[in-house]
């Protein structure tokens, strides 16, 4: 069967119309936060965690920061580097293995952080990190997708791919060694967290994990290990001169923030025959290119997974019972699909189930360049972001991401109304 494509106006109106009710729907979630914060906030399950192990970790990390300022500082790190023992000096070698071996691409990294968290429960970032990397993954996937294609060029669409591969990449490859010292830890029962530094984790991190090994607190280290990922990527990547000049100041980059485009979604359960719609639920990012946005906006995001009621066991539900593909038919199946249309996608209808590709189908493991060993935390400016969160009052993003997909289709439409998904 033929489908006329529409003309230009017509997805122009279809583009405003859904901007205009994007607002409107963002000034009604306004006012409904609003409304329950006033009537609800008793209800919420607020992040608490030992003031006093957080004092006391505060107090260590401005020991660090005057320590790093005198002379010798430098030779007392080399000192240690040389009295490491040969079973340290193995247990070093093979974490730096797995976490290489595990960092392969998109799906690798979000099964191993998975496999963590099963096993360690009590490390929360570990689950967060499977939420955000499996988001990640479908960032990466819709770059190849149904409708980014018509909206980027190929190039663009190549610098955004290594921006957002390097930035999860780069996270895994300071992250995933922690969490392994810590597995290795508890099986040796002692603490091995000395051995941080050994493996160019910063030395924020260092009393963090000594406070947990003594007394485990997982919203302290989960907040901390938020702070340090988004400072491992602020020099690499957001700064980084060629990821500025090619990705971040463009304004098919810009757009994703004014379109709501960064969202980060959480499913709750697993999509069936009876009921292929799940529920979302997730947080929409402003501006990727802030520090202090991105910290505040992961912090809120985990408040979300683990203490707003109803949603870790459902999302958990999800995370365990659905392998993660890069695809967004994994979530809703209903609206994506894996297998593209052999017909011009401007021209099918709107209902049409969109394409998505799996990871593998759409981008080759890209290796990691070698990282630098300088340690990002030189002052106290990311303390001022240890104190507990609570979660979001308003998250559902159901219908909100079912709105976020009309308007791409709407700017695709408008920007090359005729132009084939492989053009």
Same mark, same amino acid.
Not at 55 to 81: D, F, G, M
């Given at each position: 069967?033929?489908?006329?494509?529409?003309?230009?106006w017509?997805?122009a109106?279809?583009?405003?119309?859904? +901007?205009?009710?994007?607002?409107?729907?963002?000034?009604r979630?306004?006012?409904?936060?609003?409304?329950?914060?006033?009537?609800?906030?008793?209800?919420?399950?607020?992040?608490e965690?030992? =003031?006093?192990?957080?004092?006391?970790?505060?107090?260590?990390?401005?020991?660090?920061?005057?320590?790093?300022?005198?002379?010798?500082?430098?030779?007392?790190? +080399?000192?240690?580097?040389?009295?490491?023992?040969?079973?340290?000096?193995?247990?070093?070698?093979?974490?730096?293995? +797995?976490a290489?071996?595990?960092? =392969?691409?998109?799906?690798?990294?979000?099964?191993?952080y998975?496999?963590?968290?099963?096993?360690?429960?009590?490390?929360?970032?570990?689950?967060?990190?499977?939420?955000?990397?499996?988001?990640?993954?479908?960032?990466?996937?819709?770059?190849q997708?149904?409708?980014?294609?018509?909206?980027?060029?190929?190039?663009?669409?190549?610098?955004?791919?290594?921006?957002?591969?390097r930035?999860?990449a780069?996270?895994?490859?300071?992250?995933?060694?922690?969490?392994?010292?810590?597995?290795?830890?508890?099986?040796?029962?002692?603490?091995?967290?000395? #051995?941080?530094?050994?493996?160019?984790?910063?030395?924020?991190m260092?009393?963090?994990?000594?406070?947990?090994?003594?007394?485990?607190?997982?919203?302290?280290?989960?907040?901390?290990?938020?702070?340090?990922?988004?400072?491992?990527?602020e =020099?690499?990547?957001?700064?980084?001169e060629?990821?500025?000049?090619?990705v971040?100041?463009?304004?098919?980059?810009?757009?994703?923030?004014?379109?709501?485009?960064?969202?980060?979604?959480?499913?709750?359960?697993?999509?069936?025959?009876?009921?292929?719609?799940?529920p979302?639920?997730?947080?929409? #990012?402003e501006?990727?290119?802030?520090?202090?946005?991105?910290?505040?906006f992961?912090?809120?995001?985990?408040?979300?997974?683990?203490?707003?009621?109803?949603?870790?066991?459902?999302?958990?539900?999800?995370?365990?019972?659905?392998?993660?593909?890069?695809?967004?038919?994994d979530?809703?199946?209903?609206?994506?699909?894996?297998?593209?249309?052999?017909?011009?996608?401007?021209?099918?209808?709107?209902?049409?189930?969109?394409?998505?590709?799996?990871?593998?189908?759409?981008?080759?493991?890209?290796?990691?360049?070698?990282?630098?060993?300088s340690?990002?935390?030189?002052?106290?400016?990311?303390?001022?972001?240890?104190?507990?969160? =609570?979660?979001?009052?308003?998250a559902?993003?159901?219908?909100?991401?079912?709105?976020?997909?009309?308007?791409? +289709?709407?700017?695709a439409?408008?920007?090359?109304?005729?132009?084939?998904?492989?053009s």
């Amino acid at each position: 069967m033929e489908f006329s494509s529409p003309p230009r106006w017509q997805y122009a109106l279809r583009l405003l119309r859904y +901007a205009v009710n994007s607002a409107c729907a963002a000034m009604r979630n306004l006012w409904t936060s609003m409304h329950r914060q006033a009537r609800s906030i008793r209800y919420l399950h607020a992040m608490e965690w030992n =003031r006093a192990a957080a004092r006391r970790t505060e107090e260590r990390l401005y020991r660090i920061i005057a320590e790093r300022s005198r002379p010798y500082a430098e030779e007392a790190r +080399a000192h240690e580097r040389q009295s490491l023992t040969s079973g340290e000096l193995k247990l070093l070698a093979y974490t730096r293995r +797995a976490a290489a071996t595990a960092n =392969r691409n998109n799906v690798t990294r979000a099964a191993a952080y998975l496999s963590v968290y099963n096993q360690h429960p009590e490390l929360h970032w570990a689950l967060l990190a499977h939420i955000v990397s499996r988001n990640g993954g479908w960032s990466l996937t819709d770059l190849q997708g149904e409708w980014l294609p018509h909206i980027m060029s190929p190039a663009e669409r190549l610098w955004s791919f290594r921006m957002l591969e390097r930035s999860n990449a780069l996270i895994f490859h300071d992250a995933f060694p922690q969490l392994l010292l810590y597995d290795a830890s508890r099986r040796e029962g002692r603490s091995l967290f000395h #051995l941080l530094p050994h493996l160019g984790i910063s030395g924020f991190m260092v009393p963090f994990w000594e406070s947990f090994w003594v007394q485990p607190d997982s919203p302290l280290l989960t907040t901390a290990l938020i702070i340090n990922e988004q400072n491992v990527i602020e =020099r690499s990547v957001v700064q980084h001169e060629q990821f500025c000049e090619q990705v971040i100041v463009k304004w098919d980059f810009r757009l994703h923030g004014w379109l709501q485009m960064n969202q980060v979604v959480i499913p709750l359960g697993v999509p069936a025959v009876q009921k292929p719609t799940v529920p979302l639920v997730g947080l929409t #990012l402003e501006d990727f290119s802030n520090l202090d946005e991105r910290i505040a906006f992961g912090r809120k995001l985990y408040a979300l997974l683990f203490y707003a009621p109803g949603i870790h066991g459902r999302a958990l539900s999800f995370m365990r019972g659905v392998p993660h593909t890069g695809s967004r038919a994994d979530y809703w199946p209903q609206a994506f699909t894996t297998h593209p249309s052999t017909q011009d996608h401007m021209k099918l209808p709107v209902t049409h189930w969109a394409y998505s590709p799996r990871l593998a189908d759409a981008w080759p493991d890209e290796p990691l360049p070698p990282v630098g060993a300088s340690d990002w935390f030189v002052d106290e400016r990311m303390l001022k972001h240890l104190h507990p969160t =609570r979660p979001p009052l308003h998250a559902d993003m159901t219908l909100p991401h079912d709105r976020l997909w009309k308007e791409t +289709a709407s700017l695709a439409g408008f920007i090359h109304p005729s132009r084939t998904q492989h053009s």
